[in-house]
């Protein structure tokens, strides 16, 4: 499974952005998909998650009420809608998708970054 990111840029606080995400691959033994982000000296976290037999989504309690997970099934492809945007949201995000329940991919990242 092959994972790529779009999206991302430079926004002004209380702005949106969306990010994309194509899988491509094995697409059909994906479990759980989501987003991670990971900002200057921190840990990556997790932004939102979700596993496909549960079929509800995780999201952070920082960006709960902000941001929307949203997959497209037939194009194989998941989005983060992001509104509101805060300056603390600046970071690398991450796509992330776990195949046949313990294979882990990621993406190569895409930079959000929010001005205050």
């Known amino acids: 499974v092959q994972v790529v990111e779009s999206g991302g840029g430079l926004v002004q606080a209380g702005g949106s952005l969306k990010l994309s995400c194509v899988a491509s691959?094995?697409?059909?033994?994906?479990?759980?998909m989501g987003w991670y982000r990971q900002a200057p000296g921190k840990q990556r976290e997790l932004v939102a998650i979700?596993?496909?037999?549960?079929?509800?989504?995780n999201y952070a309690d920082s960006v709960k009420g902000r941001f929307t997970f949203s997959r497209d099934n037939a194009k194989n492809t998941m989005y983060l809608q992001m509104n509101s945007l805060k300056p603390e949201d600046t970071a690398v995000y991450y796509c992330y998708v776990r195949a046949d329940w313990r294979w882990d991919y990621w993406g190569q990242g895409t930079r959000v970054t929010v001005s205050s």
């Open positions: 691959g094995s697409t059909s033994s994906i479990n759980a």
């Open positions: 979700l596993s496909t037999d549960v079929r509800t989504t």
